[in-house]
């Protein structure tokens, strides 16, 4: 979903895009006009060279969904997944004799440890199976430090689209009437519009200054309760239902349930200082825009910032 919409924005500033697929000829059954798709096996560290010597940039945004329930096995695939894609570029662009200028890699902001307090990216990780994944993750471009090639790596929030994600699995309950606060409903849910992600990273491919580890995320967090709220306020549902028990999530998703029942309250000030701006910086502007699409809405991020 990420990288279609980076795609279709790169695309549209003349930019070339080839995409590293598992199958040939990308693995989705409606591929991007105009995009070249590049077979390539992560699990077995298999790329094209040719292409990593052609690329101006990379952009890695590889990895198992983490929307499954957490056995021993799918734990296993989560993570090696994520590091399979990442040492496989590394390595790639570690032999290339014509190496990229930049290398922007995925995180999460699961790095954080459970906490209503305001993180930014110098704070230190937890020690929960998200955070120990995106240490892991992060670790796994560190064959770059050496290299004189400009790294960047996005801890990515909660991504809300049209086309599906988060949004839509909040907002079936609410369509039906029964949408309640999880858990407390105050924990904070540190979020991003998808639009205001894929032009986050088309600034960072251009503007030589950004540099290092940054929150991908909106200004002004939002707890789940004010979130599901303002979802159902803009559905016109009702939104009145008892909270829905911590206990009774773990029961239902085990230990997974730890991806709503986490409080991430993420700051976004330091990607702010690079010169990128918001399109949606609050909730309220983000679900406006996603929930009614044929209002006239912001001007796209994308036309605002650098390219």
Known sequence: MIGKRLARNLL????????LSRSKGG??????????????????????????????????????????RWTKSNKKTILNSRLDSTTTLVEAVKIADNKPTVFVSASAIGYYPDSNELKSEDDAPGDNFLSTTCVAWEEATEGLDDLDIRKVIFRIGMVL??????????????KYGVGAPLGSGKQFQSFIHLDDLANMIAHSLSE?????????VAPEPTTNDEMTATIAQMMNRPYFLPRVPAFLLKLALGEMAAVVLTSNKVSAKKVTSTGF???????????DNLLHPTKAGKKSAISENKQ
């Open 27 to 68: 693995n989705t059954a409606a591929p991007v006009a105009g995009m070249v798709y590049s077979k390539w096996d992560p699990a077995n560290h298999e790329v094209d060279q040719k292409v990593i010597e052609n690329a101006d940039a990379i952009v890695n945004l590889a990895g198992d969904s983490i929307n499954q």
């Open 161 to 174: 689209a049209r086309e599906g994600g988060a949004l839509s699995a909040i907002k079936k309950p609410v």
């Open 208 to 216: 030589s200054t950004v540099d290092g580890v940054y929150n991908a």
């Open 277 to 287: 701006s918001h399109a949606y910086p609050d909730i309220r502007s983000a679900l």
């Open 12 to 19: 549209s500033h003349n930019h070339q895009v080839v995409i």
